[in-house]
């Protein structure tokens, strides 16, 4: 079963990368009917929205380092299988960018210097936000994230509709967020294109692997003291043994 987790998990964040930055880099700026920044975070909620919903049973999907190790600090999820789940939403991340990097480079005029998707501070940023803000919006709205899905997947909250919350949240800290870094607060999202862009997308990776880790920590920690009654774990769901 563990491995059927990490399976789905790497097939749920290529597909969060693959949507996500797919929009991005395709159909964004497309001539007179790009999608645009609003577009780009519906893509990305989307992708949540539709995974949760077909891997959730399985593996609780996290499609994120950070989540999963914010649902670990939480009480959620137990941190033995943080090194197995982190590994399969790496190699997910790192697929669907060389898939979309064999796609997007098909078209004339492609130039991996526009970014790619990639996450960035300073000069990198696509306001050109400095280093300090674009560490504080990676790390507050990566808490937030992991707010909203301790409180959506938490026993007491509406049934089925978990997958919404946790998609629009994400859809809307894309809205806050593209015009920073390009918004990460995940740092299997950030690795995958940044391996393909290099030189400047590698060197400032570790923002992006810091602020989430640290915001998902937090925000994990402060549902769990906000709701202090058992909750259970977002893993999946194991089948039970056949009655003898």
């Given at each position: 079963m563990q491995i059927r987790k990490c399976a789905a998990e790497a097939i749920g964040t290529f597909w969060l990368t693959f949507g996500g930055c797919g929009?991005?880099?395709?159909?964004?700026?497309?001539?007179?009917?790009?999608?645009?920044?609003?577009?780009?975070?519906?893509?990305?909620?989307?992708?949540?929205?539709?995974?949760?919903?077909?891997?959730?049973?399985?593996?609780?999907?996290?499609?994120n380092p950070a989540v999963t190790v914010g649902l670990a600090a939480g009480g959620r999820f137990p941190t033995r299988d943080i090194g197995p789940y982190v590994a399969a939403q790496l190699i997910g991340a790192v697929l669907a960018a060389a898939l979309?990097?064999?796609?997007?480079?098909?078209?004339?005029?492609?130039?991996l210097a526009k970014g790619f998707a990639a996450n960035g501070y300073g000069e990198h940023s696509p306001g050109r936000y400095g280093l300090l803000a674009c560490l504080l919006a990676e790390g507050v709205l990566t808490m937030m994230f992991l707010f909203i899905i301790m409180g959506a997947t938490h026993g007491k909250a509406p049934v089925?509709?978990?997958?919404?919350?946790?998609?629009?949240?994400?859809?809307?800290?894309?809205?806050?967020?593209?015009?920073?870094?390009?918004?990460?607060?995940n740092p299997a999202r950030s690795t995958g294109p940044a391996l393909f862009v290099g030189g400047w997308a590698i060197a400032q990776l570790w923002l992006f692997w810091l602020a989430p880790l640290v915001g998902g920590m937090i925000g994990g920690v402060l549902y769990r003291w906000l709701s202090e009654e058992p909750a259970a774990q977002v893993t999946g769901i194991t089948p039970r043994a056949p009655a003898e």
């Amino acid at each position: 079963m563990q491995i059927r987790k990490c399976a789905a998990e790497a097939i749920g964040t290529f597909w969060l990368t693959f949507g996500g930055c797919g929009s991005a880099v395709i159909a964004a700026g497309f001539p007179e009917v790009g999608i645009g920044l609003l577009g780009v975070a519906f893509a990305f909620g989307l992708t949540v929205v539709t995974m949760a919903y077909a891997i959730g049973h399985i593996s609780g999907c996290h499609l994120n380092p950070a989540v999963t190790v914010g649902l670990a600090a939480g009480g959620r999820f137990p941190t033995r299988d943080i090194g197995p789940y982190v590994a399969a939403q790496l190699i997910g991340a790192v697929l669907a960018a060389a898939l979309l990097y064999a796609i997007a480079s098909g078209a004339p005029g492609f130039d991996l210097a526009k970014g790619f998707a990639a996450n960035g501070y300073g000069e990198h940023s696509p306001g050109r936000y400095g280093l300090l803000a674009c560490l504080l919006a990676e790390g507050v709205l990566t808490m937030m994230f992991l707010f909203i899905i301790m409180g959506a997947t938490h026993g007491k909250a509406p049934v089925g509709f978990a997958p919404l919350a946790i998609g629009l949240g994400l859809t809307l800290i894309h809205l806050v967020g593209i015009p920073i870094t390009n918004l990460s607060v995940n740092p299997a999202r950030s690795t995958g294109p940044a391996l393909f862009v290099g030189g400047w997308a590698i060197a400032q990776l570790w923002l992006f692997w810091l602020a989430p880790l640290v915001g998902g920590m937090i925000g994990g920690v402060l549902y769990r003291w906000l709701s202090e009654e058992p909750a259970a774990q977002v893993t999946g769901i194991t089948p039970r043994a056949p009655a003898e």
